[in-house]
């Protein structure tokens, strides 16, 4: 890694040769820049540690002058128990995930001697903006050279100190790897965001962190494709045969384990017949968390019967900017729905299409809502808290993404691939084909992966064992409708 | 199918309620209606040809005033023997591919009864512009019902009556369907394109399908993401090895077969030893079938040298921006290259990432090219021609994308799928795991497909089996490097 004052166009052209180096490294290369990385950042913790405080320092007199919030000083500080250890052990848990890319997905002969291959590889050049949190830095580089791209990252000034002396370590461990310099870039000039966004003819992908206002100005200026979020709206739809007991646990961890996510909740959608069964425990619950509840009148008319006269005169009314609001706090709004239909065309009109939830013991209920329901991860009995990368067994995250195409939710190493279409022949040619010439063979081929049964005589084998177990061969792993099975 | 005047608001908010609807209807119902669109069109031959002439009356008068040209009349005729079968044939081969979406990509178990799955589902709302080819509303409107997706068609003007009348009679098979009639809409007022570009709150993905221009237009002017391409720069890279009789036979049906197809061949790239092997069988070949041959200045020598004297009069020296022009017509530049890398840089430089070829027996050069090169389509010894859905058995195609992201190379229902992700619970939620919590399995499940092993009994079972019949197990299906076998 380079942390370079070179122009904009400098570094991505430079970030699109070194990628083209990178994309055919082997996996040993590049996971050897990760061992690298690692040692190099383990070995230098009291330099980064040193630069991180001056950071903290100049964040501290901010805040108390009350230009910067507490909770950004906060996620600065590197120095905080176990934060370093966590970092360090993020670019190893990457490192040992499986390569993502020169992977066959899919294989079909043409015909003889012609044949159809899907590979995986890299995207190319990657942008990634972001604020604050240098950990981040560590991260992401990690999972881009993982994958096998190259990128530019630009950071917020906050942490300009932090992530110069990273910086600086990784570009000295990388020059003992295969890994070319130029891969990863860290720009320390200032004003460039919007020249960097109209470099589209290098830049392959723009991945902005941070808040909506950062994404929303990304998205606007810029041809590049950008992954990720402006807001998380998410939303619980509670119905009224879920036991309180587990409506008050799955609904207080989605508020308040942490208020600030973007996979936190901000909207409870209840069901008329749920406003007098587990709706009172729930409102009870959340508002001894000190979450500010703002209520339709059906659900403030019946929590106000059903609650005491403390927690009664605690609950607000909704207006109507409450169901359009990311609150990023301890503040939910509550809205009563007659029907799933009624809840189904709520979320898909006001949520974020980030993460939503059903809360319900009715299996025909929750598939209905499962199915129809146009978010990047949907939910029956758990947590909006869930959507995350390593929960979602990734290793770690370059954020999450509410786009429609290419990559959606917790985008990991599989967000940062692509594939071309590789075909290998004998001197076959288009004109040959169709139209009283030869045919098109077509034929699915294995990918690579023992565990497939290869042909029909294979095929046969398995289906006989399972008989013999009296154990499904085909439905058994299907579900019809939403295809899942509990 | 409505052929609508409404607003472009109008229509794009009516298509994203619409396609919640057809987002859940089942298999069944989504094939229904291809087939009863299907049948409509075959009984409504007589009405559409009629309407054709219409079109094509008006496109010949044009041509005559010089204002069109005579490839674009002859792609508007319907009637040309065996176009309008082609066409109604097209629809039942999508309807009988495999249903694209509700499809369960992978499944994780995250803890005990927490399980995450990823599900295919429809993108949402389409945008399809296209230029002229009045068959194409008929395939894109089958590729859209098939993979659950709403579209919104705006065709050319040259074709009006033919769109009207196909429309007309889709619109009233639609009603006799599942699938709602908003789902597909032509739309005939003028001038709304930009207006349309503009809806990206409806509006999910957009595919033009025409020249260049078009093309170019609808990139720069929408924040909608673009699928598609704006230039077919195709080339093939030539070494002294390979035989010249079959480097004469893919050369000359890259270039010759159908020159205005965007896998046209434009470029031949050839190594320095070939100028005097293969190239001069090519180069004569290729003048035969009437190609200019824009040489520099080495090929031009050699070629001067080794052909006789009718044919080395018709050769031309290149001028530089011959490397960067789409000719679409019976014109190749040919460029010397001294190795593999020489021709890697040069197309990662000049191609436009649509499709490229090596041509050589040499297996470890070719992997070397197809691992380096950054294109949709990689080929070793075979035409550019031959990159098309059709030909890469997705039935039909919506176009060829030259992307970095979501689909790359012709894209078939895959390309106008996405996922969402499952996670089924009980009650757990996130504040339980990590720090001193419980742990997360992220155990790997299969994936509804009754040919994979489903564990370690059967795993054993097809070991076993294959060790009897003295095949190999795990290895011969995977290949290193690039990833494939011959």
């Known amino acids: 890694m380079s942390l370079t004052n070179a122009t904009p166009v400098e570094v991505a052209r430079a970030a699109r040769i070194g990628s083209r180096k990178l994309a055919v490294l082997s996996t040993g290369d590049r996971n050897g820049a990760l061992t690298a990385i690692h040692r190099a950042l383990a070995d230098g913790k009291d330099e980064v540690l040193a630069a991180n405080a001056k950071d903290l320092e100049a964040a501290n007199k901010a805040a108390a002058g009350g230009t910067l919030s507490q909770s950004l000083v906060k996620r600065l500080d590197l120095g905080k128990k176990g934060k370093y250890e966590d970092m360090l052990q993020g670019i190893l848990d990457v490192r040992d995930l499986e390569d993502p890319i020169n992977k066959t997905t899919a294989r079909t002969l043409l015909d003889n001697d012609l044949t159809l291959s899907r590979i995986t590889c890299p995207i190319g050049v990657l942008l990634i903006i972001f604020e604050a949190r240098p950990e981040v830095i560590a991260n992401i580089s990690a999972l881009a050279i993982k994958s096998g791209n190259a990128a530019i990252l630009k950071g917020g000034k906050e942490s300009y100190h932090s992530f110069a002396a990273i910086a600086s370590i990784i570009s000295r461990a990388l020059t003992t790897s295969a890994v070319p310099a130029d891969c990863l870039q860290l720009v320390a000039t200032h004003d460039v965001i919007a020249d960097l966004l109209k470099l589209d003819t290098y830049i392959d ?282």
Chains 1, 2 share one sequence.
């Open 205 to 486: 992908l723009c991945i902005p962190r941070g808040g909506n206002k950062l994404v929303r100005m990304v998205k606007d200026s810029t041809a590049i494709p950008v992954l990720g979020h402006a807001d998380g709206i998410c939303i619980t739809y509670l119905r009224a045969d879920y036991p309180a007991e587990k409506a008050v646990k799955v609904i207080v961890d989605a508020k308040v384990s942490y208020p600030a996510g973007c996979n936190a909740l901000e909207q409870l959608l209840v069901d008329e017949a749920a406003l007098t069964t587990n709706l009172p425990a729930v409102a009870e619950a959340l508002l001894q968390k000190g979450v500010s509840l703002r209520c339709d009148p059906r659900s403030l008319e019946a929590l106000k019967s059903k609650l005491d006269a403390h927690s009664a005169a605690l609950l607000q009314p909704a207006s109507d900017t409450d169901f359009d609001t990311e609150f990023l706090d301890l503040i939910i709004a509550i809205k009563t729905v007659s029907s799933v239909e009624e809840a189904i065309t709520h979320i898909n009109t006001h949520s974020s299409h980030h993460t939503d939830a059903i809360l319900t013991t009715d299996s025909a209920t929750a598939k209905s809502f499962l199915a129809a329901i146009d978010s990047s991860s949907v939910y029956w009995n758990t947590s909006t808290r869930m959507a995350d990368g390593q929960r979602y067994g990734f290793g770690t995250e370059v954020g999450i993404s509410t786009n429609k195409i290419h990559s959606r939710g917790p985008v990991g190493l599989e967000g940062l691939s692509i594939y071309k279409w590789v075909i290998i022949g004998d001197a076959q040619v288009s004109a040959e084909y169709g139209a009283g010439g030869k045919s098109w063979k077509h034929e699915r081929l294995p990918i690579g992966d023992q565990d497939v049964a290869r042909n029909a005589e294979e095929r046969e084998l398995l289906r006989k064992f399972r008989a013999e177990k009296g154990e499904a061969n085909g439905a058994g792993w299907h579900e019809h409708g939403i295809g899942i099975r509990k």
